[in-house]
């Protein structure tokens, strides 16, 4: 069972930027989807951004265009870039991983996921 561990969230205000890691503890070479989730309180997780290994993205309408995700495979590691930060991106954010990139994206429903960490948008 694989482990993700994310770090990097915090108090910003709004327009602000941030800057989500995740390290994993087995090789994410093996997984051809790498992204990420978030929930908001009172609101369902929601998938916002994904990478294959090839490099190509996909990403949530909501936040196309302010956020980029990122993996480094020789150090195992995932990234999410949040620009111009709104407060509706308060949320807490798992990083995420699986197989079957196109069926995660669809469904929602990645094979691993962390235990998030914290992100506010507030001034």
């Known amino acids: 069972q694989v482990q993700l561990v994310e770090s990097g969230g915090g108090l910003v205000q709004p327009g602000g930027s941030l800057i989500l890691s995740c390290v994993a503890s087995?090789?994410?070479?093996?997984?051809?989807?790498m992204g990420w989730l978030r929930q908001g309180s009172g609101n369902e997780r929601e998938l916002i951004a994904g990478?294959?290994?090839?490099?190509?993205?996909n990403y949530e309408n909501s936040v196309k265009g302010r956020f980029t995700c990122s993996r480094d495979d020789v150090r195992n590691l995932a990234y999410l870039q949040m620009n111009s930060l709104l407060p509706e991106d308060t949320a807490v954010y798992y990083c995420?991983?699986?197989?079957?990139?196109?069926?995660?994206?669809?469904?929602?429903?990645?094979?691993?996921w962390g235990q998030g960490t914290q992100v506010t948008v507030s001034s």
């Open positions: 087995e090789s994410t070479s093996s997984f051809n989807f």
């Open positions: 995420a991983a699986g197989l079957n990139f196109h069926n995660i994206i669809e469904f929602h429903a990645p094979d691993y």
């Open positions: 990478i294959t290994q090839a490099g190509a993205t």
